[in-house]
């Protein structure tokens, strides 16, 4: 089945600790999004990438960083720069970032990081 | 800057009665797509529907659509015969053409269906 996939699940980090979050998707899919949601709250950009090897900052990009090295795999690190990571994180893909008419986003299932 | 504004926390819907979510957007672009995803509780965003500004007609996806109002720049969403597994949060979004085509979410609504 196509889709996107986030793993793990559910993460724990200590003070301190960098950790990586992993999205893969086999839509074949150009464009991918990390999104944060805090508690009550809708999603806000940390990454973008439209195309392999190239990447852009969104809204919230401050502690964290991001690769694409290939089509499917757009992991997210989140660094101990990150003050307040606890949060659920969402990756999302779509055909082509640039058009501005019907362009889906389909988004993985999440990973809720919580630091102890 | 672009802006979706969801004015409802909470709602609550009797099973089987249509209920209306509320979303307003501001933006000084012409072309740009408004969309509706739902998040149960297990976290997972679900795309229910997409109205383009340019679009002549209201969409429409089964028991969703968008009452989507240009000059008064909202795009409510109706769900009929509302049912138990409707309850979830509701997120209206932009697609915002600058960054990417990230999509720019409103704080979202609790809806709540009661038998």
């Known amino acids: 089945d196509g889709g996107i996939t986030q793993s793990p699940k559910y993460l724990f980090r200590k003070e301190g600790q960098n950790v990586t979050l992993s999205c893969e998707q086999n839509l074949n899919h150009d464009a991918m999004y990390w999104y944060r949601q805090d508690p009550g709250q809708g999603l806000r950009l940390i990454y973008y990438s439209q195309i392999v090897n190239d990447f852009q900052k969104g809204d919230i990009a401050e502690g964290y960083s991001v690769s694409r090295e290939k089509k499917e795999s757009f992991p997210l690190t989140v660094t101990s720069a990150q003050k307040n990571p606890t949060a659920f994180y969402l990756c999302?893909?779509?055909?082509?970032?640039?058009?501005?008419?019907?362009?889906?986003?389909?988004f993985g299932p999440g990973t809720r990081l919580t630091v102890l | 800057a672009q802006k979706i504004t969801q004015t409802q926390p909470g709602m609550f819907v009797q099973e089987k009665e249509a209920v209306t979510l509320d979303c307003t957007y501001d933006t000084s672009d012409p072309s740009y797509g408004l969309f509706w995803y739902k998040q149960p509780s297990s976290g997972e965003m679900i795309f229910l529907i997409y109205q383009g500004s340019y679009d002549q007609q209201n969409a429409t996806e089964g028991r969703y659509s968008l009452n989507f109002q240009k000059a008064r720049k909202s795009a409510n969403l109706v769900i009929s015969a509302s049912q138990l597994g409707d309850s979830a949060m509701y997120f209206c979004a932009m697609r915002d053409g600058n960054q990417g085509g990230k999509l720019i979410f409103g704080q979202g609504t609790e809806l709540s269906v009661k038998p």
């Open positions: 999302a893909s779509s055909i082509e970032a640039a058009r501005m008419r019907y362009n889906e986003q389909f």
